[in-house]
Every structure is written in structure tokens, then in C-alpha cells.
């Protein structure tokens, strides 16, 4: 698990800055997490701070997509 902030939910792109001062941008959350926490809708997670466990997804075109598993919210 890494420990990031979320910043945003734009275009279908969930962005998070990791404590290195890095941004990733996640084109998808595994939908357990996302029923716990709703990024998508609610702006009183922006800021906020959760450990990350995610995958790096093969898609078309050798491109590739970085999939969110699991979220825990950081008190």
C-alpha cells in the first residue's frame, strides 16, 4: 500500500499525489472501493488522505491503465 492524496475526479480520471510529490492519474477503482468511497461524487474527499493498493492493467495498443484495488481512508 502507498499512502496518497486524492486531489480530483476529472474526465474519468481519479488523481492522487503521493507523498513524494509525484501525481498518478487512475483511469479505474475496483467497484468494492468505489461503493466505499464514492470519489466520483462526494468533493469531501478531495484532500484527503488514503492508502492506495493498485495494478498496472494491460490495454490495446500496448497502452497501459493503473486500476485502483483498494482504498482505506487515512485518519
Known sequence: M???VFQSYTNGLYTFMFENGEDMIFDEIHPRALKQF??????????QT???????VSASDDDVIYR????????
Not at 485502483?68 to 485518519?75: A, G, M, R, T
Open 50 to 56: 488514503f492508502k492506495i493498493t493498485f495494478v498496472e
Open 2 to 4: 502507498k499512502v496518497a
Open 38 to 47: 464514492d470519489l466520483k461524487h462526494d468533493e469531501s474527499y478531495i484532500d
Open 68 to 75: 485502483i484495488d483498494s482504498l482505506k481512508l487515512v485518519s
